[in-house]
């Protein structure tokens, strides 16, 4: 079975700095990667995703991910951050057929002035 | 499209009280889930469905019933609540084409249970 790991729980980063949510993750095939996004009081929304080709995927608010086989990690980025990136980010990963989403535990972040 | 619908947004209960989470979607998604969010445990698995008339359990069954009676609708019931299933409670669906596609949430159900 599937299983992710985010080490961070909480991140803060000054607005304007670049930022990286580290993401691992465990399967024996190729996995099917998401990060989603969730803002206080809401529901998810999707950032980006991978499934195939190229490694480096860029996502929605300026966000990218980068698949790493070779490091099982899926790691998002952003190079400069703004005040409303603050939300909790969540990694995900899938497997072939119908198997459902595995969540990570979230990271959240907080950006200061 | 109105997406992905979850009532009621908030709910308090008592011990041993029943109730259920409406979830309905009209995008024609085969695919409905429903997980819990809980503080420094993310996203769990409670049920899911790939289509009409079938279901299958997911990480945290217990205390919770599902049925699928439509493509559109996916309830989640609490036969006896208990003051462990204080929870927000996300509905999400997909189409069933495979695990690339895009899974869109509900904006969550808040539940306390006294």
């Known amino acids: 079975a599937q299983s992710v790991t985010q080490p961070d729980i909480h991140i803060t980063v000054s607005e304007g700095a670049s930022l990286e949510l580290r993401c691992n993750y465990s399967y024996g095939a190729t996995p099917y990667l998401f990060w989603y996004v969730q803002s206080p009081g809401q529901g998810l929304q999707l950032l980006l995703k991978?499934?195939?080709?190229?490694?480096l995927v860029q996502g929605i608010k300026g966000f990218e991910a980068e698949f790493k086989r070779s490091q099982s990690s899926f790691n998002l980025r952003k190079p400069s951050v703004h005040w409303s990136d603050a939300a909790e980010y969540f990694c995900?990963?899938?497997?072939?057929?119908?198997?459902?989403?595995?969540f990570g535990k979230g990271t959240r972040l907080s950006v200061i002035a | 499209n109105a997406g992905v619908t979850q009532t009621p947004k908030f709910q308090v209960l008592k011990t041993g009280q029943s109730m259920t989470l409406q979830c309905a979607q009209d995008m024609n998604h085969e695919y409905m889930s429903w997980y819990r969010q809980d503080p420094g445990m993310g996203l769990r698995l409670i049920h899911y469905?790939?289509?009409?008339?079938?279901?299958d359990q997911g990480e945290v069954p217990n205390g919770y019933n599902v049925s699928r009676s439509t493509t559109e609708d996916f309830p989640l019931r609490l036969l006896s609540a208990a003051p462990s299933q204080t929870s927000v409670y996300f509905c999400?669906?997909?189409?069933?084409?495979?695990?690339?596609?895009?899974?869109?949430f509900g904006p969550g159900t808040r539940l306390l249970v006294l």
């Open positions: 995900a990963v899938g497997a072939s057929g119908n198997t459902p989403l595995v």
């Open positions: 469905s790939v289509g009409a008339g079938i279901t």
């Open positions: 991978y499934f195939s080709g190229d490694t």
């Open positions: 999400a669906s997909r189409r069933k084409t495979g695990p690339q596609e895009t899974q869109y």
